[in-house]
């Protein structure tokens, strides 16, 4: 599994407790196109979608500028590198000042749209560890965390909110632990002194 992709994997922990929309958790699955689906989006219509994104990014990303926070600018696909910026920074996301400014700033970023969302084919075998992530996940401080459904998609419970420091603290110790398991690997261990990739 690319980086990229576990760190979505692993930020959904973290966004699914603060109800936040990073990373296009909670957005729809693309439809798959067939003979009875005229109502795709065009490649134009992509890109208008593209380009409303990458815009909203920017704002977001202003916003958070003005939190005190210099996130990098959104790449052209509208992404925002921000573990490079809290790794750089030495910053944790459990941090009181970033969760500030992404309490903030969080009317002002956006979801993923579907149309923008690249979904290859999950097979079994990333299912089952993805469904064993889950579990650690759960078993490790975050008994909310869902089960992935049958694409691999992790969706919110629908029961978001605000965490308070300890459940930032215990969202951290989480994603560190299990981590490794997304790729089939066994668990890590807690380092308080280490920040958990995501």
Known sequence: MSR?????????????????????????????????????PTPSATADVLTQYVDAQRRWVDCMRQQGHNLPDPDVKGAVDVSAYLNSKKVSKADAGFRAAQKECSGLKPTVPAELEERPAITAEQLANRQKYAKCMRENGMPQFPDPDPAGEFRPSGQGGEQTEQEALDNEKALQICDPVIDGKPKGTWDPNKKAQG
Not at 4 to 9: D, E, I, Y
Not at 14 to 28: D, F, K, P, Y
């Open 4 to 40: 990229t992709s576990r760190a979505a994997l692993a930020a959904a922990g973290l966004l699914l407790l603060l109800g936040l929309s990073a990373c296009g958790s909670a957005s729809n699955e693309p439809g798959v196109a067939t003979a009875g689906s005229p109502d795709l």
